[in-house]
Antibody, heavy 119, light 110 residues
Framework: QVQLQESGPGLVKPSETLSLTCTVSGGSITSYYWSWIRQPPGKGLEWIGYIYYSGSANYTPSLKSRLTISLDTSKNQFFLKLSSVTAADTAVYYC?????????????WGQGTLVTVSS | QSALTQPASVSGSPGQSITISCTGTSSDVGSYNVVSWYQQHPGKAPKLMIYEGSKRPSGVSNRFSGSKSGNTASLTISGLQAEDEADYYCCSYAGSGTWVFGGGTKLTVL
């Protein structure tokens, strides 16, 4: 059973870069797609991007100019970097495995990590 | 890429059935069987309940079922139990390697 765990700073200052790591255990990061999904406090889920183990990535249009998702297959980790953050980027950030193809859905999720943007 | 439309809240008594709707467009919900449903309890990560419109992952109760008609998908929970009280989100693949979620529905078990 694959498990995902997010890690990173819980507090980021406005205009700085938010950086998170998702560590995958119980399975290989290869041959799958991996996503980041966020949830502002008291609000709904927002898909923000994915990366394939080959390194190809795609982002939601509203964040494309500020977002980079990358991975390190040797460490079974993938990463999120969101630049020039504002208070609107305050959210619980989840990493998830994507079953991309027939159906296309998120079948395994991390527990989530709250990132607050504040000075 | 607009969020899918869900009712903000639904409620039902134990033992009853409820249905949560999820309305999108022909570019997302209306395209093939690409809708999934997630259950989220307070402070917890979402859990996959339905995928490909109507399939249940191993371990998910058969009280949960999914269907679709045109651009609207539905999640039905039969035999409501107290533990079903949670937020429910629909999600659809929207083409070009993107996904869109619904705004979420709060289910209250009376």
């Amino acid at each position: 059973q694959v498990q995902l765990q997010e890690s990173g700073p819980g507090l980021v200052k406005p205009s700085e870069t938010l950086s998170l790591t998702c560590t995958v255990s119980g399975g290989s990061i290869t041959s799958y797609y991996w996503s980041w999904i966020r949830q502002p406090p008291g609000k709904g889920l927002e898909w923000i991007g994915y990366i394939y183990y080959s390194g190809s990535a795609n982002y939601t249009p509203s964040l494309k100019s500020r977002l980079t998702i990358s991975l390190d297959t040797s460490k079974n980790q993938f990463f999120l970097k969101l630049s020039s953050v504002t208070a609107a980027d305050t959210a619980v950030y989840y990493c998830a495995r994507v079953r991309y193809g027939s159906g296309s859905y998120f079948d395994s999720w991390g527990q989530g990590t709250l990132v607050t943007v504040s000075s | 890429q607009s969020a899918l439309t869900q009712p903000a809240s639904v409620s039902g008594s134990p033992g009853q059935s409820i249905t949560i709707s999820c309305t999108g467009t022909s570019s997302d919900v209306g395209s093939y069987n690409v809708v999934s449903w997630y259950q989220q309890h307070p402070g917890k990560a979402p859990k996959l309940m339905i995928y490909e419109g109507s399939k249940r992952p191993s371990g998910v109760s058969n009280r949960f079922s999914g269907s679709k008609s045109g651009n609207t998908a539905s999640l039905t929970i039969s035999g409501l139990q107290a533990e079903d009280e949670a937020d429910y989100y629909c999600c659809s693949y929207a083409g070009s390697g993107t996904w869109v979620f619904g705004g979420g529905t709060k289910l209250t078990v009376l």
